[in-house]
């Protein structure tokens, strides 16, 4: 196939990193078939889900060596495998980095999401919350059970996953004084395996650091970028783009198996504000995988159909408090596997999905719903974004993605308060 130089290809290890971008596809089935179908049918660049953050280590650089090596055999060894990864320093950085590395490559890694006002100040992430800055570190990220951390230092954090591997910043003023050819000279001149971590508070700052990404490359320095929601958009030239949703003409069903905080208070301000029939998942019945309650997972399944033919608004959920058994990547599996499976039954019984936390969104749009392809149209507020469940656009459902960390307390009311009477949605998400 032909070698298609410009194509840029976001590896997105959840559905969140498109949180800035509309009008693109995402390929939710990695297969060569649908890669080349999209090749086929659009030039520009498009989101490929790994959804590797819902595995272990070895399975997610397995996942993403067999994906990479798919997309370079269909698009070209030139395209451009760029990394989006979490804002909140979740997920396999430098295992999914050295996946993609090369002899003599080093890293550049900016978690940055301006957009949330997630922002690397003097080395150190901070996130935003109810307008105040916060570091990272003393955020409930930290303290996930699979990826937690101990502080915000990024170059700190990089040391406590590798303390062999080099780790250099660039100060946000010697980036804007010295322009990019400061960051492409430290990204050329640093050690091979190298991890360059420049300040981002900016979308200028975002911009320069692609130009450096860029020239660093030009000048024969391989350099494998992970990089948050932000700097994907920035690179790929694709734009956030406001949507109102339209009333959906049957029941919206609305899916949370997200562990947040807020998550618990997104749920909680939407039951109380709507008449919704609800049911939650009794973990016990789900867990150990091995000896799984099937017949429990067909039982609740026929409950949430009998809900939904009666209720406007249909909620499944995962406990709000989780033990810590129930918080490790085997347990999320499985407990995923049963959502998948209940959701799966369901199909044609509803007409808008609503759901939370990027895993969840991932596997029912791929698994329950059987989506190979689908189409970010755009956002309903900052950092949600909405998919049509077809690609081209067409007849698929409307499918909005509220993140993990993502949201307002009354940012899933208000969703659904525009699918359901067509209201304004008026939450700004902070979180």
Same mark, same amino acid.
């Given at each position: ?14 559905? #969140?990193? #498109? ?17 080349? %179908? ?26 993403? %060596?067999?994906?990479?090596? *798919? ?43 301006? *957009?949330?006002?997630?922002? #690397? ?29 101990? #502080? ?48 981002? *508070? ?38 956030? %783009? ?188 902070? %979180?």
């Amino acid at each position: 196939m032909s070698d298609q130089a410009t194509r840029v290809i976001v590896l997105d290890d959840d559905p #969140t990193g #498109t949180q800035t971008v509309a009008d693109v596809p995402v390929v939710l089935k990695p297969e060569r078939a649908t890669l080349t %179908r999209v090749s086929d049918l659009t030039p520009g660049p498009l989101w490929v889900l790994t959804n590797t953050r819902a595995m272990g280590l070895a399975a997610a650089q397995s996942t993403l %060596r067999h994906i990479a090596d *798919e997309a370079r055999a269909v698009f070209g060894q030139s395209v451009r495998l760029v990394l989006r990864g979490d804002s909140t320093l979740r997920g396999h950085v430098l295992g999914e980095i050295d996946t993609l590395s090369v002899p003599g490559s080093v890293a550049l890694f900016v978690p940055a999401f301006i *957009e949330l006002g997630r922002v #690397t100040i003097d080395g150190v992430h901070y996130v935003t919350d109810s307008g105040r800055r916060v570091e990272v570190a003393a955020t409930e990220y930290a303290r996930d059970p699979e990826f937690s951390y101990r #502080t915000s230092s990024l170059k700190d954090w990089i040391a406590d996953r590798d303390p062999s591997r080099p780790a250099f910043g660039l100060r946000a003023d010697v980036l804007r004084t010295q322009g990019p050819g400061a960051l492409s000279d430290l990204l050329v001149r640093a050690p091979d395996g190298a991890v360059i971590i420049p300040d981002a *508070e900016t979308i200028d700052d975002l911009q320069a650091i692609r130009d450096a990404w860029l020239a660093a490359q030009q000048r024969g320095r391989p350099v494998v970028l992970r990089c948050a929601a932000s700097l994907a958009s920035v690179i790929t030239g694709l734009h956030t %783009r406001p949507v109102t949703l339209s009333t959906a003409d049957g029941p919206v069903l609305v899916v949370c198996a997200s562990y947040t905080a807020g998550a618990a208070a997104q749920l909680a301000a939407l039951t109380s504000g709507h008449d919704v029939g609800s049911h939650e998942i009794d973990l016990a019945r789900v867990l150990p995988a091995d000896s799984a309650d099937h017949g429990y997972v067909a039982h609740v399944a026929r409950g949430v159909a009998e809900s939904l033919s009666m209720h406007r608004v249909v909620v499944l959920s995962t406990p709000r408090v989780a033990r810590p058994d129930h918080l490790t990547l085997a347990a999320g599996e499985a407990i995923m596997d049963a959502v998948v499976a209940i959701v799966g039954q369901l199909r044609g019984k509803f007409s808008a999905l609503v759901t939370k936390g990027g895993i969840t969104s991932a596997r029912i749009a791929r698994d329950a719903l059987r989506v190979p392809i689908a189409y970010v149209e755009g956002q309903v507020v900052p950092g949600v974004p909405v998919w049509a469940h077809s690609f081209p656009p067409g007849d698929g459902i409307e499918h909005v993605i509220v993140p993990g960390n993502v949201g307002l307390p009354t940012a899933i009311r208000d969703i659904v308060d525009q699918l359901t009477t067509s209201a304004p949605v008026h939450s700004n998400p902070s %979180r």
